[in-house]
């Protein structure tokens, strides 16, 4: 018997959809999406992508349908909370960035997660809520909600709420202020619980690809030249992922320096790289890295 295509589950819809095919394309995977289409297969690489709602992706890879998925560490926690069931976290993605918080109403008395005792908490997340506030051993009754968390002590349905925030301007357009960060969340890739067992080559190479291109995003290549003798100044400067290249010039005295630094880094080096001698500066981008 023929063994099926591998099958990847990508959100169709939401906060992590663009990302994830943005992700899958840089990856080098060739393939169209349309707003129809629940299946494609990849041009290039022997792989299916369901394009299904990221809350189903956790149980669909569970359940076989799909080898791997892309989700939320929030969408996960909650599923693994309900169904008790525990997926392989193979790798984190780098986007889709938010907080599970617990929120009181401004007039609230609460001022710690403790506070919260006796009372009841609306979230859209009803299952890891529960888990959570167990665990510190706070009795609370949570109220599942689909839709709308933020407005269910406006309307008498809760005392306070458990939701999904990014910046948390919604909850303070709607009154409320944040107790405590229960859950950080990002895009996520995840595995059924035997897919990695049965399919550890195909899904190891998976893995390696879409993390080369988060490591890339995080990084900057960094060129510049400088006279030979600021070489020890400059490679105490920049903190790369080792020992900088340097590559002497035509011009005598004059080296090439040659880095990889952090994204996040850049702007706080070029002055000081300039100031140690440092010339005809470039930073470029990283398509994929694996270190």
């Known amino acids: 018997m ?4 591998l099958r990847l589950a990508v959100p169709n819809k939401g906060r992590l959809r663009d990302s994830s095919a943005s992700l899958l394309r840089e990856a080098g995977l060739d393939f169209e999406q349309t707003e129809r289409a629940l299946s494609v297969h ?5 792989l299916d992508l369901l394009f299904v709602r990221t809350d189903d992706i956790p149980e669909m890879v569970a359940d ?13 926690a909650e599923f693994e909370a309900a169904s008790g069931v525990s997926l392989p976290e193979l790798a984190q993605l780098g986007y889709g960035h938010c907080r599970l918080v617990a929120a009181v109403p401004r007039a609230s008395a609460a001022e710690k997660l403790e506070d919260l005792a006796g009372l009841r908490i609306a979230s859209a997340h009803p299952a890891v809520t529960r888990r959570i506030f167990a665990d510190r051993s ?11 968390v933020e407005v269910a002590p406006k309307l008498g349905v809760a005392d306070g709420i458990v939701d999904l925030v990014s910046t948390g301007s919604t909850m303070m357009v709607n009154g409320l ?8 969340s990002q895009a996520v890739l995840v595995a059924g619980p ?26 900057r290549y960094l060129l510049l030249n400088a006279p030979a003798d600021a070489v020890t100044a400059i490679s105490g400067i920049i903190p790369g992922l080792g ?11 004059m080296v090439a320096i040659h880095s990889v630094v952090d994204a996040n880094a850049v702007w706080n080096l070029l002055a000081d790289l300039k100031a140690a001698g440092g010339r005809d500066i470039l930073v470029l981008p990283i398509e994929q890295l694996i270190p």
Request: proline share 6%.
């Open 177 to 184: 202020r944040p107790l405590d960060t229960l859950l950080s």
């Open 2 to 5: 023929t063994e099926r295509v």
């Open 194 to 219: 035997t897919s990695g067992s049965v399919r550890s080559s195909e899904i190891e190479g998976m893995v390696t690809a879409l993390a080369a291109v988060t490591n890339g995003r995080r990084k």
């Open 138 to 148: 706070i009795p609370v009754t949570v109220v599942p909600l689909r839709g709308s």
């Open 243 to 253: 020992a900088p290249t340097v590559v002497p010039l035509a011009q005598d005295g």
């Open 42 to 46: 990849v041009r290039n690489v022997d």
């Open 64 to 76: 076989g349908v799909a080898d791997v998925g892309i989700t939320g560490q929030d969408l996960l």
